[in-house]
């Protein structure tokens, strides 16, 4: 079992910068792929990026492509989301998930822990 706690998120003017964290705790992080996700009012929840167990491969959705960044430091059980030249359209809950294999993936399903979420509202 894993627990995922979110933190990070916040009001934030168009083109500014956040960054959010995803803290593990229970079973050894770095035996997990993870992702964030994100879910807009009236949305489906929707991929944004993902890194595999060892952080050495990621993948974004094209919407966020060179804006964010996902990182890890599996010794400290912590993923990161950098995220920068932030636009309206990424207002939204982001949610970090976990999945029991060592590859990425962007595919909602294929996740097994998730956080509760942390807002993230992008204001004009």
């Known amino acids: 079992q894993v627990q995922l706690v979110e933190s990070g998120g916040g009001l934030v003017q168009a083109g500014g910068s956040l960054r959010l964290s995803c803290a593990a705790s229970g079973r050894t992080f770095s035996g997990y792929a993870v992702g964030w996700f994100r879910q807009a009012p009236g949305k489906e929840r929707e991929f944004v990026a993902t890194v595999s167990r060892g952080g050495g491969i990621t993948y974004y959705a094209d919407s966020v492509k060179g804006r964010f960044t996902i990182s890890r430091a599996n010794a400290k059980n912590t993923v990161y989301l950098q995220m920068i030249s932030l636009k309206l359209e990424d207002t939204a809950v982001y949610y970090c998930?976990?999945?029991?294999?060592?590859?990425?993936?962007?595919?909602?399903?294929?996740?097994?822990?998730w956080g509760q979420g942390t807002q993230v509202t992008v204001s004009s």
């Open positions: 998930a976990a999945r029991r294999d060592s590859g990425a993936s962007a595919n909602v399903h294929e996740y097994d822990y």
